[in-house]
């Protein structure tokens, strides 16, 4: 959607610095060819053109219900006239200010999403692309910046709701691939969320490092079944991590859960809330080591196993028999049933 608006108002920008259209009311037209392109729920307030450039101003994107789905404050474009002219779309720079992104899940289960215009046929799609093949320009973006960004996440079917502020991202790329972006938010409750990545966009292949502190785990407590009641907990975690295209190669982290308050009975991350418990009053802090790997629609990790390991590592000699078998069935659940 965004893309479609970006490359519509690149087009205009080349077209008015070749003075082909310098005569046309271009703020008018750009908005008519936004409408013809995502339909009216898509609407823009400004757009102004420069020699090196357009900005558009107040962004706006309704859902089906016409409630809000996204608000931009501007939206900058730098493209470059060069190097369309040796066959190539090179945008020097996209810029976002202050975006807002409000996700809402209803009642019935349902996310409220923007009501674009209906979608092309699949032979209406092989057309545009057997007539398109060859034809299209490569496409790169030297450099983007989204500033101020901030996520509203409303979730009607649990009763939760969740503000992510301060969201920023810088990043930079080159002909060859070679990419480095940087993310950050502020995370509710006091929480932050940091990204460090390099690699190729082309190939799809990064490493980098990510990094949550001072999560407040008891906002996302219902959305963990059979566990214990969580009433406060603090998380860090760090991970270095390698991506394939859509494939998480196995990755080291790293997690420290502190100032927990759970109830007695239940589990905590698939092992007996009492275990944590009492391993929280021995120690302090519990901090882990494990692995987080596969495709991200399918992510899988070994957390469950590193806990359980930590608590048999502190020894169970002090713990009554209840506890003992407690841990006893924890371990018993590590491994596969004999068939």
């Not at 750009?30 to 307030?45: F, Y």
């Not at 649990?158 to 992510?164: P, R």
């Not at 882990?288 to 608590?311: C, P």
């Given at each position: ?244 295209n859509t494939y998480l190669n196995k990755t080291p982290s790293v997690i420290k859960i502190t100032d927990i308050d759970v109830k007695s009975k ?74």
């Amino acid at each position: 959607m965004i893309k479609k608006i970006i490359i519509g108002i690149v087009i205009f920008v080349f077209l008015a610095i070749a003075g082909v259209v310098l005569f046309f009311p271009l703020d008018s037209v750009v908005k008519k060819a936004v409408n013809d392109a995502v339909g009216p729920a898509v609407t823009l307030k400004s757009v102004k053109f420069g020699w090196n450039g357009i900005v558009v101003a107040g962004i706006q994107v309704k859902t089906v219900h016409k409630t809000d789905f996204l608000k931009v404050e501007d939206l900058t474009v730098r493209p470059s006239l060069w190097d369309l002219l040796g066959g190539k779309l090179v945008i020097n720079m996209i810029q976002i200010n202050s975006p807002v992104v409000r996700l809402q899940r209803t009642k019935d289960g349902k996310f409220l999403m923007p009501d674009i215009k209906k979608k092309e046929s699949a032979k209406e799609k092989e057309m545009v692309k057997k007539q398109d093949a060859g034809k299209a320009l490569p496409v790169l973006v030297k450099k983007f910046e989204l500033n101020n960004g901030q996520i509203i996440f409303i979730d009607d079917v649990k009763g939760v709701a969740l503000n992510i502020t301060e969201l920023f991202v810088k990043a930079k790329s080159n002909e060859s691939g070679e990419t480095t972006a940087d993310v950050s938010a502020k995370l509710p409750s006091n929480g932050a969320f940091k990204v460090n990545s390099k690699g190729n966009i082309l190939t799809r292949k990064f490493n980098g490092n990510l990094s949550v502190n001072n999560l407040d785990i008891a906002l996302f407590k219902k959305y963990v079944e059979n566990t214990a009641d969580i009433n406060k907990g603090r998380v860090d975690f760090n991970s270095k991590f390698d991506i394939n295209n859509t494939y998480l190669n196995k990755t080291p982290s790293v997690i420290k859960i502190t100032d927990i308050d759970v109830k007695s009975k239940g589990s905590f991350m698939g092992v007996s809330a009492p275990l944590v418990l009492d391993l929280l009053k021995k120690k302090g802090s519990i901090d882990l080591q494990f692995n987080v790997w596969g495709e991200f629609n399918n992510l899988k990790h070994d957390l469950k196993e590193a806990l359980t390991k930590k608590i048999l590592e502190e020894g169970t000699k002090n713990l009554s028999p209840e506890k003992i078998e407690g841990t006893i069935k924890d371990i018993k659940g590590l491994f596969p049933k004999k068939k």
